[in-house]
């Protein structure tokens, strides 16, 4: 059964390539229908990572010569200057230079570059000055349920379901069964692993379920971007500041005495230090650390992407050089192996987004202990894993 198991994962991973070369060969270039050039593989490639307000899975030239796209919309939803206005993305014609224009509620929006402008009267297409700012349209306020936004719905009520299934076993078996299986010993690691070593027994329990939460939703939504549906939630840098954003409140508002005291006015070391000590702090809790957890999930995620589609790439690059079979051969040997590593990386960002959450809110609820020996000046004396503690 198991290696039934692996095969069909295989076979599902192949299928992932193999369509993600099939939609990379039917972009949106213009011409025979393939990206060929350096510049037309530079777009694709920024089109990929990028969010979007449809759903394109691939597009091909029909025997007439028109281009056909293949997907589906989403919903539009935009506050312009006549209030509330709502139509499905596909009045763009997957359009994105500003040329199709759609009326609507006495309103004419055109996008561009996946921004939503709301037009001047009179106007047909956006204008812009020498400092690239818009003289005849203003951007509006866009809710739309965007390709991202879609993927976000979809985890989140894939845990819900998962989670409250798991939790339901629970009160009538002591051992789960199912997909539970598989969920048991990921809470398991993350309760025992990450939670309980960085914040401690006593407390663990209260930050658990936050930690599970964003260990599973990045996780998920980081497996999501390795197929062909385009999914690219974590690459995207308002997702990942807002999880820093939540991490930040939490170990913020849950800091205790002890925490703000070393933070403002450490104690320990000469009087004239502690402001420039506590500047430094604050630095390091309000911008550094946030910093860190949002820079390095967006920026791993987005590279893997953007070093996928690179390897991709070679086959339509190269192909003069290498012919045809030995471009396709080596962009698919290279883009497996890439993929492969892509899959172990897609739990490595999620154990390590969970496990600086972790330490962060550990920092913040620690108890400290003040028993220590003084100097001759009345400065505390930190012992050996006080000093290790810190080092670390």
């Known amino acids: ?29 213009e011409g025979e229908g393939t990206v060929s050039s350096a510049d037309e593989v530079n777009e694709y490639i920024l089109h990929h990572i990028k969010d979007s307000h449809d759903f394109h899975l691939f597009s091909y030239t029909n025997g007439s010569g028109e281009r056909k796209h293949v997907g589906f919309p989403l919903p539009v939803i935009l506050w312009s200057s006549n209030g509330l206005v709502t139509f499905m993305s596909s009045e763009f014609h997957h359009d994105d230079s500003g ?13 561009l570059h996946s921004k939503i402008y709301e037009l001047e009267a009179g106007a ?34 894939l845990m819900l379901w998962a989670f409250s299934s798991l939790a339901k076993q629970y009160k009538t078996k002591k051992v789960p069964t199912g997909f539970g299986r598989v969920l048991e010993p990921l809470v398991i690691y993350v309760r025992d692993e990450i939670a309980k070593p960085n914040i401690g027994e006593k407390k663990y329990r209260k930050f658990t379920g936050y930690l599970l939460t964003v260990f599973f939703f990045i996780w998920i939504l980081n497996l999501l971007g390795l197929t062909p549906l385009g999914f690219n939630v974590t690459g ?18 849950s800091g205790n005495k002890d925490y703000w ?19 430094i702090e604050l630095a390091g809790a309000f911008l550094i650390k946030p910093f860190s957890l949002l820079v390095r999930l967006f920026a791993n995620i987005s590279a893997g992407h953007i070093v996928v589609m690179s390897l ?9 050089t ?16 890439i993929t492969l590593i892509e ?16 330490l962060f809110i550990g920092m913040a609820v620690a108890e400290h202990d003040h028993d220590h020996e003084h100097d001759a000046h009345g400065h505390e004396i930190p012992d050996a894993e006080d000093v290790r503690g810190d080092f670390i």
């Open 236 to 253: 995207q840098l308002a997702v990942t500041a807002a999880l820093a954003v939540f991490t930040l409140f939490i170990y913020t508002f």
């Open 99 to 111: 040329k199709v224009v759609v009326e609507k509620n006495g309103s004419k929006f055109v996008k």
């Open 261 to 279: 005291m070393h933070m403002l006015w450490m104690p320990g070391v000469p009087v004239l230090i502690r402001p420039v000590l506590a500047v």
């Open 312 to 320: 991709i790439a070679i086959m339509f690059t190269l192909k003069e």
């Open 1 to 29: 059964m198991k290696e039934v198991s692996r095969s069909v994962g295989n076979l599902l991973l192949l299928f992932t390539l193999c369509f993600s070369l099939q939609s990379f060969a039917s972009s949106d270039s």
């Open 124 to 157: 047909t297409e956006v204008e812009f000055d020498e400092e690239h700012h818009a003289v005849n349209a203003a951007r509006v306020l866009d809710f739309s349920i965007t390709k991202s936004v879609l993927g976000i719905l979809l985890v989140g009520l």
């Open 343 to 358: 899959v172990l990386v897609a739990f490595l960002q999620a154990y390590i987004f969970t496990m600086l959450s972790a």
């Open 322 to 337: 290498l012919t045809v079979g030995g471009a396709t051969v080596l962009s698919l040997v290279l883009s497996f192996f």
